[in-house]
């Protein structure tokens, strides 16, 4: 039988502590958020079901992987999850656990499909009260209305107990996304199961590399039949189980085998020494498999930190004896220069460089008099807009509409250096 340690390994990274109608009407403790929770999450209803994912790269119809649950109450559930390099299978029967399975590493798309489905909700969000935001987000096609969140970070670094965002869609009547340091899943095709209105459609972004996509092809009111078979009389021995724990920077650190010398690339803008932030995931032998970047004090060096994390090594993270898959928000010093650096524009140089741009206007009332909302936009050497943020103090969460409209009405002229066409910034005013 797996280890007690290892059981309760299992149930905090996967399901509920507590059952799930505490888990949504007292521990989240914002009323306006709870029914919505009993409403829009599975097994917040406490109804037993049988469900499968079907989970695939964004774009792809071939099948990546799957995840398929079997439901009857929070202590009694069976899991089963498939790839083509790693298969699993985990039943849960009161304070038993019995699990197998194929494959030495469950990769981190895997593993968050599950969380989508059972466990969601941030465990911040679990445990302390979260803090109300009156803000509206866009993000991945979903446009949000309302989250609520909890940030303790001390000094900017992120673990699972310090940080956390639940959003609702815009309607306000389903949770619309779940973010925090290991998870970042949007919600989306709601439709009818009992009482619920349950999302068939979750959005997976890994940053750094092409989102994924659970599809829920089934889901069904599980059989009295399939109910008693998930009551264990016992379980079988197992000398093998596989688990991912989440463990702070300074435990990471304390296991640290190998790291590499890192030489930095020159930068084109921005700090040049400071600090990064990199979700970091090994394999049981320590071994870093999946890295990305998570902030920096420099973001035109997160991807390269990345890289860089995936040659760190640390001693296997043991629970109650047996070698543990791990996740930890690495942090990396960077030291770099600036070479050629990116020219950025003022408005009025910025109107010279205009082909047309015509953003929605901001709101009467917004602005207070002599105020102006300036967003920086970032153009690519074919004059196309890749990115735009505030360069300015004015209300944003009132302006989001103006702000996003102006990478839809706006274009530029590609800037040249020498002769040839080079990345630039530049400050478009918003119209009153």
Wanted: proline content about 8%.
């Amino acid at each position: 039988m797996i280890s007690r340690a290892l059981l309760a390994a299992v149930l905090s990274g996967l399901f509920p502590l507590r059952t799930p109608a505490q888990n949504a009407a007292s521990i989240l403790g914002d009323t306006s958020v709870d029914p919505v929770m009993q409403h829009s999450l599975l097994p917040y209803a406490g109804v037993p079901f049988h469900a499968l994912l079907h989970v695939a790269r964004e774009g792809e119809t071939a099948q990546t992987g799957s995840v398929e649950v079997w439901w009857a109450d929070p202590a009694h559930l069976r899991v089963v999850l498939t790839s083509p390099s790693f298969t699993q299978q985990t039943t849960i029967s009161g304070d038993l656990l019995e699990q197998t399975h194929s494959g030495s590493y469950l990769p981190r798309w895997l593993e968050m499909s599950q969380h989508a489905l059972l466990d969601p909700v941030p465990v911040i969000l679990r445990v302390h009260r979260p803090l109300p935001e009156n803000s509206s987000n866009t993000f991945g096609g979903l446009h949000t209305v309302r989250c609520i969140s909890r940030d303790d970070r001390p000094g900017g670094i992120t673990d699972q107990m310090t940080w956390g965002r639940l959003c609702l869609d815009e309607a306000g009547t389903h949770v619309g996304q779940v973010l925090t340091f290991t998870n970042n899943i949007v919600f989306s095709d709601w439709q009818s199961f009992g009482t619920q209105e349950i999302a068939r459609q979750y959005k997976l972004y890994l940053r750094g590399s092409q989102p994924v996509v659970a599809t829920l092809t089934t889901l069904e009111t599980l059989s009295e039949t399939d109910q008693a078979s998930l009551r264990l009389a016992n379980a079988k021995p197992s000398k093998d189980g596989l688990s991912t724990m989440f463990v702070s920077t300074a435990k990471a650190e304390s296991l640290l085998e190998t790291a590499p010398i890192i030489a930095w690339p020159p930068v084109h803008e921005g700090k040049t020494e400071g600090y990064m932030i990199v979700y970091a995931r090994t394999d049981r032998t320590g071994q870093v498999r999946e890295a990305s970047p998570f902030n920096a004090d420099n973001p035109g060096l997160e991807d390269f930190g990345a890289q860089q994390a995936l040659q760190y090594k640390f001693k296997p993270l043991l629970v109650d004896g047996l070698p543990s898959q791990m996740e930890t928000p690495l942090v990396l010093h960077f030291s770099t220069r600036i070479e050629d650096p990116i020219p950025v524009f003022s408005v009025a140089e910025m109107n010279q460089q205009t082909i047309r741009c015509h953003p929605d206007p901001v709101p009467p009332g917004v602005l207070s008099s002599g105020q102006h909302a300036v967003v920086r936009v970032s153009v690519d050497e074919h004059g196309s807009i890749v990115g735009t943020q505030p360069s300015s103090t004015a209300p944003w969460n009132r302006l989001l509409t103006s702000w996003m409209s102006i990478k839809k009405s706006c274009s530029f002229k590609p800037f040249l250096v020498n002769g040839k066409p080079t990345f630039y910034k530049g400050d478009v005013e918003l119209p009153r």
